[in-house]
């Protein structure tokens, strides 16, 4: 079946650090992938997105790249601050002729980021 | 603009009653779907509606179930409520079911089954 699949968290880096969070997929046809954020007591927004192979989807510092042959969309900062700490998941919409499903996630990834 | 709303935020029910969530979406957003939050299971589809019209199920059980208003409003009922029905269930609207459309989630209802 349709699935996504992320490291398991949680991850605790130092403020300025590198931050790598891997996420592979599962997925018959041509699936838009996502990467949404949750803040404690919040609910998701989106941080990124690809919509086709080779996308690369960028906002606040984040980037991932939408790479077919790996079935991967791997989120990447070069340089994480306190603020980004939060829960970070994975996802993807398959794309019928133009329309979409529903979202499938990851499990979530706990990032803690100290000063 | 006003983003996705749901009420109520924090729900305290006992096993067997019956619970109604409701979600408004944002102006002009057309599609509302409802998702459940739980530590075990993650983030599960439940359903989704477009135009009042039920467009896609999950796989949950038929105690739950969901209707839209024809101003995009959406209700999810749950009934006979389980222990494990607690959870967080979040609502998303998007205006249109284009691909690689985005989804806009609200902050929640907070469910807790006594």
């Known amino acids: 079946g349709n699935s996504v699949t992320q490291m398991e968290g949680p991850v605790t880096l130092s403020e300025e650090a590198f931050l790598t969070i891997n996420c592979t997929y599962t997925a018959t046809g041509y699936p838009s992938l996502f990467w949404y954020v949750q803040y404690p007591g919040e609910g998701l927004q989106l941080l990124l997105k690809?919509?086709?192979?080779?996308d690369k989807g960028s906002n606040k510092g984040f980037e991932a790249t939408y790479r077919k042959e790996t079935t991967s969309f791997h989120l990447e900062k070069g340089s994480v601050q306190v603020s980004d700490s939060a829960v970070y998941f994975c996802?993807?919409?398959?794309?019928?002729?133009?329309?979409?499903?529903?979202?499938?996630f990851g499990k979530g990834t706990k990032l803690s980021v100290k000063p | 603009k006003a983003g996705v709303t749901q009420t109520p935020r924090y729900l305290i029910k006992t096993r067997g009653q019956q619970v109604t969530l409701s979600c408004s979406p944002i102006?002009?957003?057309?599609?509302v779907s409802w998702y459940q939050q739980t530590p075990g299971q993650g983030l599960q589809f439940l359903f989704e509606?477009?135009?009042?019209?039920?467009?896609n199920k999950g796989n949950f059980p038929g105690r739950f179930s969901g209707r839209q208003f024809s101003n995009s409003r959406s209700e999810m009922n749950v009934s006979t409520l389980e222990l494990g029905d607690s959870a967080l269930y979040l609502c998303?609207?998007?205006?249109?079911?284009?691909?690689?459309?985005?989804?806009?989630f609200g902050p929640g209802t907070r469910l807790t089954v006594l």
């Open positions: 509606y477009f135009s009042e019209t039920q467009r």
């Open positions: 102006s002009g957003h057309r599609s």
């Open positions: 996802a993807l919409i398959l794309n019928y002729g133009g329309s979409q499903g529903n979202l499938i």
């Open positions: 998303a609207s998007s205006s249109y079911r284009a691909a690689g459309n985005e989804q806009f």
């Open positions: 690809a919509t086709k192979a080779d």
